[in-house]
């Protein structure tokens, strides 16, 4: 990873946003003390979220998509279904570096979910 990965577009830029906006709002803490911590206390925006932005903000498309293939659905039956699941709570909650299991396991964690429903 880049210790020094600037923004380069508003995609990016946007993303940024997003992740500093939301995390604050899990540590119930202000935007700015959360853009310190992320640039000024460590290098988590430069060196991780920046250089990782296509991965980050499309795994829960892939996820989405591969299981709505697998289990025949539609898009937006599967996205109902991936939001009101328990493994998207799990991974969005960050337990067990779930984030970080690839979308083929991510997607067969889903199905089960789905099927014992």
Same mark, same amino acid.
């Given at each position: 990873?880049?210790?020094?990965?600037?923004?380069?577009?508003?995609?990016?830029?946007?993303?940024?946003?997003?992740?500093?906006?939301?995390?604050?709002?899990?540590?119930?803490?202000?935007?700015?003390?959360?853009?310190?911590?992320?640039?000024?206390? @460590?290098?988590?925006? @430069?060196?991780?979220?920046?250089?990782?932005?296509?991965?980050? =903000?499309?795994?829960?498309?892939?996820?989405?998509?591969?299981?709505?293939?697998?289990?025949?659905?539609?898009?937006?039956?599967?996205?109902?279904?991936?939001? =009101?699941?328990?493994i998207?709570?799990?991974?969005?909650?960050?337990? @067990?570096?779930? =984030?970080?299991?690839?979308?083929?396991?991510l997607?067969?964690?889903?199905?089960?979910?789905?099927?014992?429903?």
């Open positions: 990873m880049s210790e020094d990965a600037k923004i380069e577009n508003t995609s990016e830029l946007e993303f940024a946003v997003f992740c500093i906006e939301n995390i604050a709002i899990r540590l119930e803490k202000n935007a700015e003390e959360v853009y310190k911590m992320l640039t000024e206390e @460590s290098n988590i925006l @430069s060196g991780c979220i920046i250089p990782e932005y296509e991965m980050l =903000h499309t795994k829960y498309t892939r996820i989405i998509e591969c299981f709505a293939e697998k289990e025949n659905l539609s898009l937006d039956a599967a996205l109902s279904v991936f939001y =009101h699941s328990k998207y709570r799990l991974i969005s909650e960050g337990v @067990s570096d779930l =984030h970080c299991m690839s979308d083929e396991y997607t067969e964690e889903l199905i089960t979910e789905y099927k014992e429903k």
